[in-house]
């Protein structure tokens, strides 16, 4: 089992970054795929980026290419989403989450194939 704590959310201005990081605690974090998703009120969770288990591939929603970048750190048992040219659609709570199958080679921007969730962390754009 996965356990995910998200930080590094707050507040700030159109145009700024922001970097989120997702912990891990298990041991098996290294054997997962792992996604960000976001949700903004009123509105339906939806895939942000995701990873593959050992780095390799990675995988975004069309809003955010070129502009956010998820890598991981498996010494660390980290996640994390680099986030660029923030825009107020941008504005959500982001989650990150594990993978419900192990070593899969294909990335899934669905979020029913992913078991673990966080807690999620704010992220509030102003323009």
């Known amino acids: 089992q996965v356990q995910l704590v998200e930080s590094g959310g707050g507040w700030v201005q159109a145009g700024d970054s922001l970097r989120l990081s997702c912990a891990a605690s298990?041991?098996?974090?290294?054997?997962?795929?792992m996604g960000w998703f976001r949700q903004a009120p009123g509105k339906e969770r939806e895939f942000v980026a995701a990873?593959?288990?050992?780095?390799?591939?990675?995988d975004y929603a069309d809003s955010v290419k070129g502009r956010f970048t998820i890598s991981r750190d498996n010494a660390k048992n980290t996640v994390y989403l680099q986030m660029n040219s923030l825009k107020p659609d941008d504005t959500a709570v982001y989650y990150c989450?594990?993978?419900?199958?192990?070593?899969?080679?294909?990335?899934?921007?669905?979020?029913?194939?992913?078991?673990?969730w966080g807690q999620g962390t704010q992220v509030t754009v102003s323009s």
């Open positions: 990873i593959t288990w050992n780095g390799g591939r990675t």
């Open positions: 989450a594990a993978d419900r199958d192990v070593f899969r080679q294909s990335i899934v921007t669905i979020s029913q194939e992913y078991d673990y």
């Open positions: 298990g041991r098996t974090f290294s054997r997962y795929n």
